[in-house]
């Protein structure tokens, strides 16, 4: 099959072959070989894999490969793909734990919020509650100190009517008293002149 007729060569996949049918491996691949600390142990084999099949690809001539120079040419393009997808995945992955994490710590804090607001409800409620006791028996005392009010005042009056009724008979008495001592006066100066 030549390399015109396969459909999966690098030319048909968007890739160009160099002249001399040597392969070309991508610059920014070399950027990303060394392991990372923390890195998934699946991303270092893949970049494993691709150092091999580079060096395969390398150091191969036509006539002795086991495999075939058009599929060592693909095959380290096809692994810088997955270890960038892979590596897109991680750095997700990553991302969603600490997103994931700033949620549940937003959640806690909610809920300790929720739990706070909560007890502060019920404690306002039962203050409500004892307002509302408290308010209806001011309630009670105010009506009950209002007919107090009123008695005193229609005692008061009563008071004030018998008092000036007593005034008035006072003042009578008085007035008879006068008049019966100025009488008795007149009396015993007209037995004295006679």
């Known amino acids: ?68 120079q058009e599929t060592l040419r693909l095959l380290p393009s096809i692994t810088r793909t997955l270890i960038q997808f892979v590596g897109e995945l991680q750095a997700n992955n990553s991302q969603l734990h600490m997103s994931y994490a700033r949620l549940q710590a937003a959640q806690e804090n909610l809920q300790a919020r929720e739990r706070h607001t909560e007890a502060r409800i019920s404690s306002l409620q039962r203050e409500n509650e004892s307002l509302k006791d408290t308010k209806m028996k001011l309630e009670f005392q105010y009506h009950d100190i209002k007919r107090d009010i009123g008695e005193v005042e229609r005692s008061y009056a009563n008071i004030k009517a ?32 006679e």
């Open 1 to 68: 099959m030549s390399p015109s007729q396969n459909n999966d060569s690098p030319q048909s996949l968007g890739e160009s072959v160099p002249p001399g049918g040597g392969f070309k491996i991508a610059a920014d691949l070399d950027s990303v070989q060394a392991p990372y600390i923390g890195e998934d142990g699946r991303l270092t084999l893949l970049r494993q894999i691709d150092t091999m099949f580079r060096s395969m690809a390398g150091n191969s001539s036509s006539a002795s490969a086991s495999i075939p």
């Open 162 to 193: 018998q008092k000036d009724i007593l005034k008035a008979e006072l003042d009578r008495i008085k007035l008879g008293a006068t008049s019966d001592s100025d009488m008795q006066g007149s009396s015993k100066k007209r037995s004295r002149q």
